[in-house]
């Protein structure tokens, strides 16, 4: 019986859309440790009232470690918006005035409503939370704003120097595994911004982080020559800063929402 169900997961975990999968778990956990640092005290204390003595950089991976249950499929399509190439930003904003479809912008749009009714039950202050800090820590990964076709870049096979590899595995989490930090090293690297930094970042319109995410990842599709194109040292050299504006920018931003539900 223990077998079965063992194969069971694993047969769920391969059936899953491996386009859900944003920031690997070093990713996720900068995001949620920048954002941290920048929590007013209000926010800070309805925050652990809410998750206990769990970090918000550990709390960042619970959506993608509860996809091993199946209970939780339907939030897959949460972590991500596939949109068509070539759109103007102002394009992009028509499209989210009728956007219906359960994707990381109107679900972000609904989590950050419902943590504001401070009649919400406690399960749900718990699910939504670590939503919330997931699904923002997803959209600043660049290739969760891509195109349908090839999952988010999932189909669009590189070398990782001598690995096999894709486009949206090797932002995932292999560049970020090429600094060889940890997420509190990491954090204390890039974790620098002034009060206005932080204020622009914050007060700009949720569509705005999408379409940065966007333009960066049609600019990472088009680098992509041949299949299994070789990525390595110049690849990183490249990309590094915009890697780390990727990653300080979601947990500012995500600090600027958190403080805003709860602050």
Do not use: C
Request: glycine share 6%.
């Amino acid at each position: 019986m223990a077998s079965i169900k063992k194969l069971f997961f694993i047969a769920v975990l391969f059936y899953l859309p491996l386009h859900s999968f944003a920031w690997g778990m070093l990713g996720h956990r900068i995001v949620g440790e920048v954002a941290d640092s920048y929590l007013t005290p209000k926010a800070r204390l309805a925050i652990k009232q809410i998750l206990g003595n769990e970090s918000m950089a550990m709390a960042s991976n619970w959506p993608d470690f509860i996809k091993s249950d199946p209970t939780y499929n339907y939030l897959s399509p949460w972590h991500y918006a596939d949109l068509e190439d070539g759109l103007s930003y102002e394009q992009l904003q028509d499209y989210f005035k009728t956007d219906t479809i359960a994707d990381a912008y109107t679900k972000l749009t609904f989590l950050i409503k419902e943590l504001k009714n401070k009649q919400l039950p406690k399960d749900k202050q718990l699910l939504y939370l670590r939503l919330v800090i997931h699904i923002i820590g997803d959209i600043h990964q660049p290739m969760h704003v891509g195109h349908t076709g090839d999952l988010g870049g999932n189909k669009i096979s590189v070398m990782w120097f001598r690995d096999s590899s894709n486009l949206h595995r090797v932002w995932d989490d292999q560049l970020i595994d090429y600094q060889q930090l940890s997420y509190t090293e990491y954090t204390k690297a890039i974790n620098f911004t002034t009060p206005a930094q932080r204020s622009e970042w914050q007060q700009q319109p949720m569509s705005q982080w999408f379409y940065e995410s966007y333009q960066v990842s049609r600019e990472l599709y088009r680098e992509i020559k041949q299949p299994y194109q070789k990525l390595s040292y110049s690849y990183n050299f490249k990309h590094i800063a915009e890697l780390n504006e990727r990653l300080l920018k979601g947990g500012v931003r995500l600090a600027g929402v958190l403080n805003g539900i709860f602050g």
